[in-house]
């Protein structure tokens, strides 16, 4: 059986990745009405799996006996003053999040839990991606210097991505 220490700064983590679900699902929204369609998608996609990561964690404290609580959520942001903005947001964002999973992890390490320090290896890994990820859509940015046929291909080229993460989960 889990901790109560554990139980309860998971349900936090849990809140967390809905949070997160929460900001992209805005970001998606603003990049939607403000007609970058495919940074659009990109943002779904992400709003997508971060709510996955809530299951996942969910599941888990619900496996080990525990009681994963289900809690109110932070309202989001809404505007961003840019497309590079919003994805500055993103790289700020899971950077925090790295920080909250380290710490599970060293709380699980702490309280000799090795089932759940190995189950948060799974997270940790995820963070290194994501944020490697968002720092190479971020790169691009650098590149074109807000010029206006280089934001048009970014936003293509996160369609892209996005389509193509469709496809590796359905394949799946
Ligand atoms: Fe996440
Ligand atoms: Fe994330």
Not at 100 to 105: E, P
Not at 132 to 140: A, E, N
Request: aromatic share 10%.
């Amino acid at each position: 059986m889990i901790s109560d220490k554990l139980q309860q700064a998971i349900n936090e983590q849990i809140k967390a990745e809905e949070e997160s679900s929460r900001l992209y699902l805005a970001m998606a929204s603003w990049c939607d009405a403000n007609g970058y369609a495919g940074a659009a998608s990109f943002l779904f996609v992400h709003a997508t799996e971060e709510r996955e990561h809530a299951l996942k964690l969910l599941h888990y404290v619900n496996d080990r006996d525990g009681h994963a609580k289900i809690m109110a959520l932070e309202e989001p942001k809404i505007e961003w003053p840019s497309l590079q903005a919003v994805f500055e947001q993103v790289l700020e964002h899971e950077i925090m999040v790295t920080g909250l999973i380290n710490n599970l992890v060293e709380i699980a390490f702490t309280e000799k839990d090795f089932n759940t320090y190995n189950f948060l290896q799974w997270y940790v890994m995820e963070q290194v991606e994501e944020e490697s990820l968002v720092r190479g859509i971020l790169d691009k940015f650098k590149l074109i210097e807000g010029e206006k046929g280089g934001l048009f291909h970014i936003d293509k080229e996160l369609g892209d991505m996005a389509a193509a993460a469709e496809a590796t989960a359905a394949g799946e």
